[in-house]
Nanobody, 121 residues
Framework: QVQLVESGGGLVQPGGSLRLSCAAS????????MGWFRQAPGKARDIVAA?????YYADSVKGRFTISRDNAKNTVYLQMNSLKPEDTAVYYC?????????????????WGQGTQVTVSS
């Protein structure tokens, strides 16, 4: 069983930055693809970024967000810069039990509890 725990969310003004972290339990973290998703009220849970065989970014965050991982710490990060009000959502990290990334939420095997990001002046 894998447990994922996110942290780093909060309230930030437009143009500001936040870094989300997701710590994973288990000894085989480095073998798996990791993704960040977000879900705004009344909307579907959408992919933001993923890292594994390749690195993927949704068009809406390209050039502003960076996903990275530290396998020694079993942690994946999402650095979010130039934040916009439309980035407001609950952000989730997820683990896919292969190293091949996928952008479909249904393919991910484990999920964190989510962390709220609010971008507002």
């Amino acid at each position: 069983q894998v447990q994922l725990v996110e942290s780093g969310g909060g309230l930030v003004q437009p143009g500001g930055s936040l870094r989300l972290s997701c710590a994973a339990s288990g000894r085989t973290f480095s073998q798996y693809a990791m993704g960040w998703f977000r879900q705004a009220p009344g909307k579907a849970r959408d992919i933001v970024a993923a890292v594994g065989t390749i690195t993927y970014y949704a068009d809406s965050v390209k050039g502003r967000f960076t996903i990275s991982r530290d396998n020694a710490k079993n942690t994946v990060y999402l650095q979010m810069n130039s934040l916009k009000p439309e980035d407001t959502a609950v952000y989730y990290c997820a683990l896919h039990r292969t190293y091949y990334i996928t952008i479909r939420a249904m393919d991910y095997n484990y999920w964190g509890q989510g962390t709220q990001v609010t971008v507002s002046s």
